[in-house]
Every structure is written in C-alpha cells, then in structure tokens.
T-cell receptor
Framework: GENVEQHPSTLSVQEGDSAVIKCTYSDSASNYFPWYKQELGKRPQLIIDIRSNVGEKKDQRIAVTLNKTAKHFSLHITETQPEDSAVYFCAAGENSGYSTLTFGKGTMLLVSP | DGGITQSPKYLFRKEGQNVTLSCEQNLNHDAMYWYRQDPGQGLRLIYYSQIVNDFQKGDIAEGYSVSREKKESFPLTVTSAQKNPTAFYLC???????????FGEGSRLTVL
C-alpha cells in the first residue's frame, strides 16, 4: 500500500516568513495529492490539492509543488500570519472517484506575531 | 446547512463495552469514511463505504464494525475487541471525481 512521510513534525516561524512542509510517497500509481489544514479543536479542511498532470498550483499565499519522478510534493505558505497556525496534513491516493487517501502524520505550524 | 454531523462529541465508556458513533451527511455523497486520529499519528482509515450496503476495511479495521443501510448514515461501532479505543474519531464523505473529503467535527472516545 501507499506510505506517506511528512516533515517536519513541527515548524515555528515568525509572522511574514515563509513556511515549507514536505511529503514523500511510495506508490507510483498515486495521482492525487491534497493538503488539509486542521485548526485546534476543528475539523480538517482541504486547502489545496494537485493532480499528477500538473507540477505546481497556487492559490493566493499557498502553493503546492509536485515532483513525480522523485515522488515528493511540498506545501509552501508565503507571508505567514498567526491564523495560519494549525496542523497541516498531506495525503496521497488515486483520484479514481472513490479513492482512499493515505495521510502523513501532520506538521504543527506555529506562526509567532 | 449541508454537512456531516457526528454524535456524540464526547463519549466515556467502561472497558469491555461496545460503543456506537453516529455519522450522518446531507451532502448526497456516495462515499463515506471513518478515520482515527491519535497525536502524532495523522489520520488512519478504519472503514470506508462506496455505496449503500457495501463497505471495505481500511488500514486499522480490527476491533471496529460499520454498517451502511442508508446513503446518509455510516455508524461506527467500537467493539470490546479494540485494544486501545481511546481516540478522536472523524467521519468524512466525498464527492466522486474530486476525491475531496468533507469531515465531521469528530467524536472523542475515552475508555475508562
């Protein structure tokens, strides 16, 4: 089955800095890579996703890059703000319509004012 | 409001008792999932269901059971066979094509 490794487990940055979270996956059949954000005490929510036919995708201050050859993908957050503080999960799976995703163990991002 | 509702939010049970967690969705999604979340472990898949009256085991199904008698409902039973049931349980559903998961607010189970 799929195995997803996520690093770092915790990341502390100053407000305005950039943050990068990296994930690797093992199954070359995976073609869908979403990122979920879970604020303290709340449900995970999708913030951005990328499919294997695209190398990069941006949405305002967040971006995701994908390197299929190396089997890794990354989340980039620019101009971080305190409200970006949360646990971020990467995941990988086949976008077959009823795919089951394999999640990384999460990264706790702390943005200090 | 469309969404996923889990109940109860908090649940305490004695060791050896079965407990059932409720999950209801009004998003008209075909697929539903149960995940377990432990600190530092991410989200691990317990069971999932693609259509009514059908479900499959996930990565950590031992000690759990589910049913899918209605499209809207996917209850999870934590049985006495689950060796370490204290955890945060998340139910989710997904739309076909995109695979985006919509999560409920979770149920925290504590076994005393």
């Amino acid at each position: 089955g799929e195995n997803v490794e996520q690093h770092p487990s915790t990341l502390s940055v100053q407000e305005g800095d950039s943050a990068v979270i990296k994930c690797t996956y093992s199954d070359s059949a995976s073609n869908y890579f979403p990122w979920y954000k879970q604020e303290l005490g709340k449900r995970p929510q999708l913030i951005i996703d990328i499919r294997s036919n695209v190398g990069e995708k941006k949405d305002q201050r967040i971006a995701v890059t994908l390197n299929k050859t190396a089997k890794h993908f990354s989340l980039h957050i620019t101009e971080t703000q305190p409200e970006d503080s949360a646990v971020y999960f990467c995941a990988a799976g086949e976008n077959s319509g009823y795919s089951t995703l394999t999640f990384g163990k999460g990264t706790m991002l702390l943005v200090s004012p | 409001d469309g969404g996923i509702t889990q109940s109860p939010k908090y649940l305490f049970r004695k060791e050896g008792q079965n407990v059932t967690l409720s999950c209801e969705q009004n998003l008209n999604h075909d697929a539903m999932y149960w995940y377990r979340q432990d600190p530092g472990q991410g989200l691990r898949l317990i069971y999932y269901s693609q259509i009514v009256n059908d479900f499959q085991k996930g990565d950590i199904a031992e000690g759990y059971s589910v049913s899918r008698e209605k499209k809207e409902s996917f209850p999870l039973t934590v049985t006495s066979a689950q060796k370490n049931p204290t955890a945060f349980y998340l139910c989710a559903s997904s739309v076909d094509r995109t695979g985006e998961l919509f999560f409920g607010e979770g149920s925290r189970l504590t076994v005393l």
